[in-house]
């Protein structure tokens, strides 16, 4: 692509509404994961007898597992929905932007 191309797709009202919506959806949701993570490293270091429960009487599962499992599905889950937003809205106005730019 060549420098005017660049020039005219950044002067581009759309390309700074794509720019801010996924700056705004990656750290919104990274600002969600950390979270609760950090939360549960806060819960590990302060109240492991908490997590070291067990889930039933005379088990050896504990309440930490499936917290941990939790964490991890979330992590999956808030992947998903950054996907599923890059495919719909953000790849739908990077058309616009590419096919404003090729006229």
């Known amino acids: 692509m060549s420098n005017k191309n660049n020039d005219r797709i950044r002067a581009n009202p759309k390309f700074r509404e794509l720019a801010q919506k996924r700056s ?10 950390l979270g609760v993570y950090y939360s549960y490293m806060l819960l590990v270091g302060m109240a ?13 599962l504990s309440l930490g597992v499936p917290v941990g499992a939790f964490i991890i599905f ?6 998903g929905l950054y996907v599923r937003r890059a495919n719909s809205e953000f790849d739908r106005l990077n058309a ?7 006229k």
């Open 24 to 33: 705004r959806t990656a750290w919104g949701l990274t600002a969600l994961v």
């Open 48 to 60: 492991p007898e908490w997590l070291a429960q067990p889930l039933s009487e005379g088990g050896t």
């Open 74 to 79: 979330f992590a999956w889950a808030c992947t």
């Open 96 to 102: 616009e932007i590419v096919e404003e730019a090729g």
